[in-house]
């Protein structure tokens, strides 16, 4: 530094920061070799279901002191963010700065021959699992009408044997008044128990 009174400017001793700047240089190279480079996992399907529908209809009161994973929107606690609707939180959990935050790349595993056939035939078991329920359903539905349907037919037949038993009533009845206006008691047909 120079001495004059007049210099105010501050000197910089070149020989002192080149020194510090060698071991900054040889302490990052070391750490670099130590450290392993950060592997991140390639791109893979949610495990869980994104909860849209729980605060759907709802309403809340929001002030300053709220905290902003119950205000307004959707929360996200990885990227600890809140998105106003439904489009752009599944936008955000689906984006580059939302997977990175959960340590993975945006890469995709590519799949092998086997792992296709394997995943097709699990598809296959569950659509016939599905076909076997549903004809069960269907069976058990189908076996319901045609029961109802024959408990109607018997209603029906009941009605009718009522019906034909009132018409003979109504005639029996009303031969016995044309007899008693005539002034004897039948016509000779007497009914056998």
């Not at 670099?32 to 709802?58: F, I, M, N």
């Not at 016939?128 to 029961?147: C, F, G, H, N």
């Amino acid at each position: 530094m120079s001495m004059r009174p007049d210099d105010h400017r501050r000197k910089w001793d070149r020989k002192e920061y080149e020194r510090l700047a060698q071991e900054r240089l040889l302490a990052k190279t070391s750490t670099a070799t130590e450290d392993e480079p950060v592997t991140k996992e390639l791109l893979k399907q949610r495990e869980y279901k994104v909860d849209l529908d729980s605060k759907l209809g709802k309403s809340m009161v929001i002030n300053k002191s709220t905290p902003s994973s119950q205000s307004g929107g959707y929360y996200c606690n990885v990227c600890d963010c809140v998105v106003k609707d439904s489009i752009n939180f599944l936008d955000h959990i689906n984006g580059k700065k939302h997977q990175r935050n959960l340590g993975m790349s945006m890469k995709v595993e590519r799949s092998s021959l086997d792992q296709v056939k394997e995943r097709f035939k699990i598809n296959k078991k569950k659509t016939e699992e599905k076909k076997k329920d549903y004809e069960l359903e269907s069976r058990v539905k189908e076996a319901k009408e045609e029961e109802e349907r024959y408990r109607e037919y018997k209603r029906e037949k009941r009605k009718e044997r009522k019906r034909k038993i009132e018409e003979v009533e109504e005639s029996e009845a009303g031969t016995s008044e044309l007899a008693a206006i005539m002034g004897f008691a039948g016509f000779g047909a007497k009914k056998k128990n």
